[in-house]
């Protein structure tokens, strides 16, 4: 009987945005989410980190190749975000609070259906973005266990 495994790949990219609430006047966006609602935006270094659970290869001992992990989380991921606004130039991200709760959701999205092609019984088992070296926020999709 096969073993359950995680793994994880961790990649890098660089983005802007601002936290706003378009129905709120300045002052209100201010007030909740103070410099981050600045006018002219701020950036941030995200690092993700990808983890799959599944079982391990008997022919190469991998649960996926990370090699693999990488180029596709590069591809369909951080292709779309690096060096972007994530308000204004990310097609997952439009008509959407550019927070990183909604961000790591959206990445989930594009990633879940495509984890199959590495291996056809792993599957995303959490995405971590972590906005600087304090911050982060996890999403496990509707499997948390």
């Known amino acids: 009987m096969s073993k359950t495994v995680l793994v994880s790949r961790k990649e890098h990219f660089n983005a802007a945005h601002k936290l706003y609430n378009?129905?709120?006047?300045?002052?209100?966006?201010?007030?909740?989410?103070?410099?981050?609602?600045?006018?002219?935006?701020?950036?941030?270094?995200?690092?993700?980190?990808?983890?799959i659970k599944g079982p391990i290869d008997v022919n190469t001992g991998f649960v996926v190749d990370l090699k693999a992990l990488s180029d596709l989380i590069k591809t369909t991921i951080i292709n779309q975000l690096d060096h972007k606004n994530l308000n204004l130039d990310v097609d997952f991200m439009k008509d959407k609070m550019a927070s990183c709760e909604n961000i790591v959701i959206g990445i989930w999205e594009i990633l879940a259906a495509k984890i199959s092609e590495l291996n056809p019984e792993a599957a995303l088992y959490k995405v971590v973005l972590h906005e600087t070296r304090n911050n982060h926020v996890e999403y496990l999709g509707s499997n948390p266990s």
Do not use: S
Not at 43 to 51: A, K, R, S
């Open 22 to 51: 378009p129905k709120w006047d300045n002052e209100k966006n201010m007030a909740v989410f103070g410099p981050c609602a600045n006018e002219n935006w701020h950036g941030h270094n995200f690092d993700l980190i990808v983890t």
